[in-house]
């Protein structure tokens, strides 16, 4: 789906997080102008945004004063509505909500993101709603074998480890970590959009996890929309519903829970734009011809919900999408060639600039594939996947002809 020409006198939007080009290119489908902020300066991240501010802190992370100046110099931006928050920015975000002089933050206040990211305040939540969910302890467990221990300020599952490992390793516990049982199931993750106390759900999407190193749930993809039982489908509605009546939750928000037959287990809410909005956009591109981010907005300024018709046609779709991340089989340095094949390969996403560094195990691009059916969105990501980690070993050095995928 191609973006619209935004007009000079269109009003801006600033997108910030770890990596803003899904949020840069739905603004920009909607006809917006956008700043876009984050730590990798990604070629379609700069074309989809007419200004770019590097808020990178070192190791994958957001710098605090960095996007602190950055956002005070967007808010002199012509017409800017305000600002939204993508991943990375949990550790930040109560202290940018308190920040002086900032723009209007578009998304979820500080209280309403609290109930649900808040581990004690959100597991007793659950409990109250009579949600299921995980057994989960604040204090290390006797036998810690077939627990986790997790950091509600990270995300990308980098946070996710073994208690047993930081028994035998003696690290600490993390200031907002705590302890969850490995539950049974399937990972899934729901996308919705909050607006009148009501979860207005888009849809249910598979989550690929992947291992690197000795983080064994780290975020590789997603593939959706998938269908779920009716029955099963209207209960974990109704939970959300409850959770949005609660909270007050607005805009897009997604929930990973596990499925193991007719049974759910809810393990938490990103109160955040998700990244699956790219499965919606590409499988459904009729049922958001303004791109889901318009959708976010017109929640959280105006309280307005998703038209009907746009979720219904979300929910009977003719394709499914898929998008995964490639992580570098070994350290190298982008060439000019790779680049540009990247850009101009239709399935890639999230281009590295030339001259990027990227060490091994680090993210190079993300993949996004649209086929008629899961089976087939696999196979073309695994196609895919080998034609890109072809392309880094053919595009490495200046001097050689890079080998283009075909697709």
């Known amino acids: 789906m191609k973006s619209r020409q935004p007009q000079a006198h269109a009003p801006f939007v600033a997108v910030a997080g770890l990596s803003a080009r899904l949020l840069a290119q739905s603004a920009a489908r909607a006809g917006l102008r956008v700043a876009a902020l984050d730590i990798f300066g990604d070629r379609d991240t700069r074309e989809a945004s007419e200004v770019w501010f590097d808020i990178g802190g070192g190791a ?91 950091d509600a300020h990270g995300c990308g599952g980098t946070h996710i480890k073994p208690a047993a490992a930081l028994d035998a390793d003696a690290v600490p516990v993390p200031t907002h970590g705590y302890f969850q049982q490995i539950g049974n199931g399937l990972p899934l993750s729901a996308l919705f959009i909050g607006a009148r106390g009501r979860a207005h759900l888009i849809g249910f999407a598979r989550q690929l996890t992947c291992t690197l190193g000795d983080l064994a749930f780290v975020h590789g993809g997603s593939i959706g929309p998938i269908d779920l039982p009716p029955q099963l489908a209207v209960r974990v509605q109704e939970a959300l519903d409850a959770l949005c009546a609660r909270t007050g939750l607005v805009g897009i928000n997604s929930c990973d829970f596990l499925l193991e037959g007719d049974a759910f287990d809810v393990l938490e809410i990103n109160a955040r734009p998700s990244s699956t909005m790219a499965l919606y956009e590409t499988a459904s591109p009729d049922a958001w011809p303004r791109g889901l981010l318009a959708w976010h907005l017109e929640a959280c300024r105006g309280g307005r919900p998703p038209p009907g018709a746009s979720i219904a046609l979300a929910r009977q779709p003719r394709w499914c999408a898929g998008q995964q991340v490639l992580f570098a089989p070994r350290s190298f340095t982008v060439s000019s060639g790779f680049s540009d094949a990247c850009l101009r390969d239709p399935q890639c996403r999230d281009v590295p600039m030339p001259g990027t560094r990227v060490d091994a195990g680090q993210p190079v691009c993300t993949l996004l594939v649209r086929a008629a059916s899961e089976d087939a969105v696999r196979r073309a990501l695994d196609a895919q996947h080998a034609c890109v980690v072809q392309r880094i070993e053919t595009c490495d050095e200046p001097d050689h002809v890079c080998i283009p995928c075909s697709s």
Do not use: Y
Request: glycine share 8%.
């Open 60 to 150: 994958l992370t957001i710098d605090r004063s960095r996007i602190v100046d950055a956002l005070t110099r967007v808010a002199h931006l012509p017409h800017l509505l305000g600002w939204i928050g993508g991943s990375g920015l949990e550790p930040l975000m109560a202290q940018l909500c308190r920040e002086p002089g900032l723009p209007r933050f578009i998304g979820n206040d500080a209280e309403a993101s609290a109930a649900v990211r808040e581990p004690r305040r959100f597991f007793a939540l659950l409990d109250a709603l009579r949600i299921p969910h995980p057994a989960v302890s604040f204090e290390r467990p006797v036998s810690p074998a077939g627990w986790l221990v997790k």
